[in-house]
């Protein structure tokens, strides 16, 4: 069994900035994948970042030029750099990684006052 352990999340201002991370722990094969996902209140949980085995990245339009994903191969680790943060970026965060199967944290909060 593999998990995923988010932390980094917590209560700043807007334009402040926050790292998350993820670490990764079990039985865990060849990574796939390594991604941020988010869900706001009332809302569905979207994609915010990923980065590929290989080491490619692709963001949401939302957070280009404000978040950076980054990865640890080490420690098999994930961060999100979160700079210039808006009220709307408000959320829990979620990391997930996808190996033989998808595996989810179990999340950790940002929120973003005005």
């Known amino acids: 069994q593999v998990q995923l352990v988010e932390s980094g999340g917590g209560l700043v201002q807007a334009g402040g900035s926050l790292r998350l991370s993820c670490a990764a722990s079990g039985n865990i094969f060849s990574i796939n994948v390594m991604e941020w996902y988010r869900q706001a209140p009332g809302k569905q949980r979207e994609f915010v970042a990923n980065?590929?085995?290989?080491?490619?990245?692709n963001y949401a339009d939302s957070v280009k030029g404000r978040f950076t994903i980054s990865r640890d191969n080490a420690k098999i680790a994930m961060y999100l750099q979160m700079n210039s943060l808006k009220p709307e970026d408000t959320a829990v965060y979620y990391c997930s990684l996808t190996s033989r199967q998808t595996y989810w944290g179990q999340g950790t909060q940002v929120t973003v006052s005005s």
């Open positions: 980065i590929i085995s290989g080491g490619s990245t």
